[in-house]
């Protein structure tokens, strides 16, 4: 396998794993951490870079959802 077809198939990887883990953000959300953990877990992905990815994920949504809080707040003055 060359350069190229090794990038390739790295990429094809990434992808794929990027693709699980939007699955699974979805999945957390609708039916909790436990339910997209397992289902990374059935997609090879270990215990815990899925928690860590899971937390994460979710630590981002929460961030998210404070700032447009934040902004939607009319200040006094």
Do not use: C
Not at 8 to 16: F, G, H, I, K, S
Not at 21 to 49: H, V
Request: hydrophobic share 35%; glycine share 6%; proline share 1%.
């Amino acid at each position: 396998m060359d350069e190229n077809e090794r990038r390739q198939q790295e990429r094809r990887q990434d992808l794929e794993t990027a693709s699980q883990i939007t699955e699974a953000a979805a999945l957390q959300r609708a039916f909790g951490s436990d339910a997209a953990q397992r289902f990374l877990k059935l997609r090879g992905i270990g215990d815990q870079m899925a928690q860590d990815l899971l937390i994460e994920n979710y630590d981002r949504r929460q961030k998210a959802r404070r700032d447009r809080l934040a902004a939607d707040v009319p200040t006094s003055g």
